[in-house]
């Protein structure tokens, strides 16, 4: 089946620097990626779309220029969590779907703490 | 009034009972799609329905177009079926729209 690897799984930065996870489609060509975010206890929230060859869209209230959306490839999209922040600090997990007949598939998550 | 309702919010039950959690939503839809997250926050999607019935081992999901409303059955519930379950739908686009989530507890 569809696998979409995400990296790292946990990562802890200091304030003021910049993290980038990694989301790899494994055996399929994702055109489209979806980054969320996740706070303890509650509901995945879409942060943005990630289109490959192009701009990411966004989700009103997400700060496109603290979180650095790239879909260079078919099988790779990167978010950059830049100039963290411990209020950034949160778990984070793309999916990706091969077509629309196909469900989602979901990367194992981030877990991200800004110290 | 969230687009997409899921109860019961918690759940907890003896191992071998039979469970079931409703989703409604209040928005047309392509799909409906439920989920499993485990304690580790990895995400598993355990179907995908547009209409009828689906069954895949002890999971059963469910779903009536006309009073927008799917639900997702566990027959001889096991510890190991202990996670937050999620029903998302497919709105438009590609983008989900979640649920808040079932969490399930199994006891032995």
């Known amino acids: 089946g569809a696998v979409v690897s995400q990296h790292p799984s946990r990562v802890i930065c200091k304030s003021g620097t910049s993290v980038k996870i990694e989301c790899r489609s494994l055996?399929?060509?994702?055109?489209?990626m979806f980054w969320y975010r996740q706070f303890p206890k509650k509901s995945l929230m879409l942060m943005a779309t990630?289109?490959?060859?192009?701009?990411?869209?966004?989700e009103q209230g997400v700060e496109k220029d603290k979180f650095l959306i790239n879909h260079a490839s078919l099988t790779l999209s990167t978010l950059t969590v830049t100039s963290a922040h411990p209020e950034d600090s949160s778990f984070y997990i793309c999916?990706?779907?091969?077509?629309?007949?196909?469900?989602?598939?979901f990367g194992s998550g981030t877990r991200l703490t800004v110290v | 009034k969230n687009e997409v309702e899921q109860s019961p919010q918690n759940l907890t039950a003896q191992e071998g009972e039979f469970i079931t959690i409703n989703c409604s939503y209040s928005?047309?839809?392509?799909?409906l799609h439920w989920l499993q997250q485990h304690p580790g926050g990895g995400i598993v999607s355990l179907f995908m329905?547009?209409?009828g019935k689906k069954k895949h081992g002890r999971l059963i999901a469910t779903i009536n177009i006309q009073e927008k409303h799917s639900s997702l059955h566990i027959t001889a519930s096991h510890p190991r079926d202990s996670a937050v379950y999620i029903c998302?739908?497919?709105?438009?686009?590609?983008?989900?729209?979640f649920g808040q989530g079932t969490r399930l507890t199994i006891n032995p």
């Open positions: 990630s289109n490959e060859g192009s701009k990411a869209t966004y």
């Open positions: 928005v047309g839809i392509s799909a």
């Open positions: 999916s990706a779907r091969q077509g629309a007949v196909y469900g989602y598939t």
């Open positions: 055996d399929f060509q994702a055109t489209t």
């Open positions: 998302a739908v497919t709105a438009g686009a590609q983008k989900l729209v």
């Open positions: 329905l547009s209409s």
